[in-house]
């Protein structure tokens, strides 16, 4: 059974830096994994679609990376504002018709 | 282009009632999901679809019933509301397998 962790849990950081959120996976033999953007009582905005093929995909100020081997990837945002505060999800598709999602990563940047 | 869209976006039921949560989407994606998620958790498969007439469980069907009559609808039915049913539920579709999933907007629910 796929499990999805990620860290940290929840983060905060000033406006300006440069950040990094985690998340692992135990089953490697995945079609593709989705990083989500989730606004409080809001739906889900989807952020990076990464292929099982690909290493990183980039949109903006936005990167994640996909290392299948290790069971990990990670988004990277740049230079953070106070507008990207929000829960970050992680979602891997194993499947190929269902995802399996992380708890997410609470993000607060500081003006 | 509206996407998916979920109604009602909040209702309230009493413990024993029925209702049905109702999902469209105008993409012609052929694959269809219902989601729950609990105040700090991630989300939770409930039922999925892989087309018309096509249903199947997820992690946590208890509870629950759908159908896919059309490839547009996934309606989510709930008999004999629990109050363990309290949450925010999510419909999304996708086009095929190994393609990116879109979310509606959710539907909040509360069994009391």
């Known amino acids: 059974k796929q499990e999805v962790t990620q860290i940290p849990a929840a983060l905060s950081v000033p406006e300006g830096e440069n950040l990094v959120l985690n998340c692992s996976f135990t089953?490697?033999?995945?079609?593709?994994l989705q990083w989500f953007r989730q606004d409080p009582g809001k739906g889900l905005t989807s952020l990076l679609l990464?292929?099982?093929?690909?290493r990183e995909q980039t949109s903006g100020r936005l990167n994640a990376s996909l290392d299948k081997s290790s069971g990990r990837s990670t988004l990277y945002i740049a230079a953070s504002q106070p507008g990207d505060s929000a829960t970050y999800l992680c979602?891997?598709?194993?499947?190929?018709?269902?995802?399996?999602f992380g708890e997410g990563t609470q993000l607060t940047v500081n003006p | 282009n509206a996407g998916v869209t979920q109604t009602p976006k909040f209702r309230i039921l009493k413990i024993g009632q029925s209702m049905t949560l109702q999902c469209t989407q105008d993409?012609?994606?052929?694959?269809m999901y219902w989601y729950r998620q609990d105040p700090g958790m991630g989300l939770k498969l409930i039922y999925y679809?892989?087309?018309?007439?096509?249903?199947d469980k997820g992690e946590v069907p208890n509870g629950y019933n759908v159908s896919r009559s059309t490839t547009e609808d996934f309606p989510l039915r709930l008999e004999l509301a629990a109050p363990s049913q309290t949450s925010v539920y999510f419909c999304?579709?996708?086009?095929?397998?190994?393609?990116?999933?879109?979310f509606g907007s959710g539907t909040r629910l509360t069994v009391v």
């Open positions: 990464i292929q099982s093929s690909q």
């Open positions: 999304a579709s996708s086009y095929g397998t190994g393609d990116g999933y879109t």
């Open positions: 089953d490697s033999a995945i079609y593709n």
């Open positions: 979602a891997v598709n194993t499947s190929g018709s269902r995802l399996t």
């Open positions: 993409m012609n994606h052929n694959y």
């Open positions: 679809s892989v087309g018309a007439g096509i249903t």
